[in-house]
T-cell receptor
């Protein structure tokens, strides 16, 4: 089983739609969770951290389910500018170091 | 807004040559990272660096690779003898605290092409 697994997509949805993707992780000791977005041939940029209580930032909602070992990202009222690849990032610490693992990304394409 | 910068944006080199990729992290950040992304594939962690030493490295980061912080601002990745399979986008990142808990800010990347 991959350490961090995402549905690669692509998700192709109309503008204004709601879309959700999940990310599963295999290490139950994972501690921190993030969603990044990456535009084509650009660097990843932090979209939001994911907290145990869930968190919302405007149209974006992230949730963590530790029991089932997955995180989710919900995008409401999608915009054309939301088209990107969404990367799930999971980290865990051991000794004095941290292991940082990126998922392969889920491609989202919003059509007019 | 402070940002991570990387130079060059594109580096073309012959197989077997040495390359040095340069990064200037955000000035008050303490933790530094290199990642690579082969075209069409996922972002892969290479190495993290703190307090002038490597704190963690992946299995990709073999003896061909080294990192250095030669002065108070630059953070470099050296590949001693490049191979065709080293062709990728290399991203530098930095964070205030350990990346295990803190967000990392990425530079725009250096595209390395090995011929």
């Amino acid at each position: 089983r991959k350490e961090v697994e995402q549905d690669p997509g692509p998700f192709n949805v109309p503008e204004g739609a709601t879309v959700a993707f999940n990310c599963t992780y295999s290490n139950s000791a994972s501690q921190s969770f993030f969603w990044y977005r990456q535009d084509c041939r650009k660097e990843p940029k932090l979209l939001m951290s994911v907290y145990s209580s869930g968190n919302e930032d405007g149209r974006f909602t992230a949730q963590l389910n530790r029991a089932s070992q997955y995180i989710s990202l919900l995008i409401r009222d999608s915009k054309l500018s939301d088209s990107a690849t969404y990367l799930c990032v999971v980290t865990y610490s051991y000794s004095s170091a941290s292991k940082i693992i990126f998922g392969s990304g889920t491609r989202l394409s919003i059509r007019p | 807004e402070p940002e991570v910068t990387q130079t060059p944006s594109h580096q073309v080199t012959q197989m077997g040559q040495e390359v040095i990729l340069r990064c200037v992290p955000i000035s008050n950040h303490l933790y530094f990272y290199w990642y690579r992304q082969i075209l069409g594939q996922k972002v892969e962690f290479l190495v993290s660096f703190y307090n002038n030493e490597i704190s963690e490295k992946s299995e990709i980061f073999d003896d061909q690779f080294s990192v250095e912080r030669p002065d108070g601002s630059n953070f470099t990745l050296k590949i001693r003898s490049t191979k065709l399979e080293d062709s990728a986008m290399y991203f530098c990142a930095s964070s205030e605290e350990s990346g295990g808990a803190d967000e990392q800010f990425f530079g725009p990347g250096t595209r390395l092409t090995v011929l």
